[in-house]
C-alpha cells in the first residue's frame, strides 16, 4: 500500500447536530491517518470542501487562494484539515494532496446528511414520484460535480508529477453551477411530468447561503490538468439510465394518464425513449399511447424507434 484515501467525515448538516463527533472523526482521524502514513512512507489524500470558505469569501469564481472563515462545524474541519496536511508535507515530507469537492451527486450512494444533498434526492424522488419537494431556496446557486467525475479527480491529482504542484491543500474543482430551478428543468427535460415545489430548510438554506456559488478551479486545470466530462444535462440523462436499469416503476401515470414513455416522446428524446423501451416500458399504456403521440406530433424518429 502506497496511498491512503482517508474519506472518513460528518457530512455539512449532521455536523451542525452533532459539532463534537464531527471534530473526532475529521481531524482525530485525520491526524492518526497522517501519522500512519508518515511511519510507513504512504501519501494521503484528504477531501476537503466549498464548505471551507465562509460568508466573507467571494461568492462567485472563488479564487484559489482566499479568506477562509467558515461558520460551521463541518467548514472548521475542512480549513483544519487543510492545514494539518500540508503541516505533515512541510514537516514531515508526507505527500498530502486534497481537492475541495462541490455538491456531489451520486448514483449508487443515497443522500447522507449534506446540504448539497437535494440535488441527489431529486433523482430519486423524480423517478419514483414524479415530483420533489425542494428543501433550498430558488436562486441559490452551489458547485455540484457528479460521482464519476470527483473519483477521477481523486485519483488523477495522487498520481500527478509532483513536480508541477504549487498546491497541494486544497484545489478548487468544479464542473457545474445550478440552483435548484435548473436542475428541475434538467430532470424535466428527461422525466417530462416531473414537478418541483419549494419547503425550504432554514439549517440547510443557511449553510448553502455561507458557500460559494461557483470556484474557479484554475490552478487544477493548470497543474495536473483536471478537467470535468459531466454537464448538468450530461449527468441527468445518466442519472435517470442509471435508476431505470435499477428497477423504477417504468410505467407508472401520472395523473394525466401519461407513462414516462410517453413523455419521452412527446418531447423527442431519443435516448430516454430507447432507454425506457430497452428496460422494458409498455409502449401501448397510457390515455394517449406513445405511438398515437408521435404520430399526432408528426415525430419521425419516435415513429420509427416506436415501430421497431
Known amino acids: 500500500m502506497d496511498t491512503i484515501y482517508n474519506l ?73 484539515g487543510e492545514l494539518l496536511s500540508d503541516y505533515y508535507f512541510k514537516r514531515f515530507g508526507v505527500d ?28 430519486y424522488a423524480a423517478v419514483k414520484e414524479g415530483k420533489f419537494v425542494c428543501p433550498i431556496k430558488e436562486g441559490t446557486y452551489m458547485d ?12 488523477e491529482l495522487m498520481e500527478a508529477d509532483p513536480t508541477r504542484l504549487v498546491h497541494r491543500n486544497s484545489f478548487n474543482i468544479a464542473s457545474m453551477s445550478f440552483e435548484p430551478s435548473q436542475i428541475a428543468a434538467a430532470v424535466k427535460r428527461q422525466i417530462p411530468n416531473f414537478e418541483m415545489t419549494y419547503d425550504v430548510d ?33 449527468m441527468s440523462e445518466d442519472m435517470v439510465r442509471i435508476l431505470i436499469d435499477a428497477g423504477a416503476d417504468l410505467n407508472r401515470l401520472n395523473d394525466r394518464g401519461q407513462t414516462a414513455l410517453v413523455c419521452a416522446v412527446f418531447r423527442d428524446n431519443e435516448p430516454i425513449a430507447q432507454a425506457l423501451l430497452k428496460a422494458g416500458a409498455d409502449p401501448h399504456l397510457g390515455t394517449q ?3 398515437q403521440v408521435a404520430q399526432f406530433f408528426d415525430l419521425p424518429n419516435m415513429q420509427k424507434l416506436l415501430a421497431n
Open 8 to 80: 472518513a467525515a460528518l457530512l455539512s448538516a449532521v455536523a451542525e447536530a452533532k459539532p463534537q463527533l464531527a471534530w473526532h472523526i475529521g481531524l482525530g482521524g485525520l491526524f492518526n491517518v497522517l501519522e500512519i502514513a508518515r511511519e510507513k512512507g504512504c501519501a494521503v489524500f484528504t477531501p476537503s470542501s466549498i464548505g471551507a470558505f465562509g460568508n466573507d469569501t467571494p461568492k462567485d469564481k472563488t479564487p484559489q487562494d482566499t479568506l477562509q472563515r467558515p461558520k460551521t462545524m463541518y467548514g472548521v474541519t475542512k480549513v483544519a
Open 202 to 234: 432554514p439549517l440547510r438554506q443557511g449553510i448553502a447561503e455561507s458557500w460559494p456559488n461557483s470556484l474557479d478551479d484554475t490552478c487544477a486545470r493548470q497543474e495536473w490538468d483536471w478537467k470535468p466530462q459531466f454537464d448538468i444535462d450530461s
Open 144 to 155: 455540484m460535480m457528479y460521482m464519476p467525475d470527483a473519483l477521477r479527480a481523486a485519483i
Open 96 to 123: 498530502t494532496r486534497s481537492v475541495r469537492f462541490p455538491g456531489l451527486i451520486s448514483n449508487v450512494t443515497l443522500p447522507g446528511g449534506g446540504t448539497t444533498d437535494y440535488a441527489v434526492d431529486i433523482y
Open 289 to 291: 399511447t406513445p405511438a
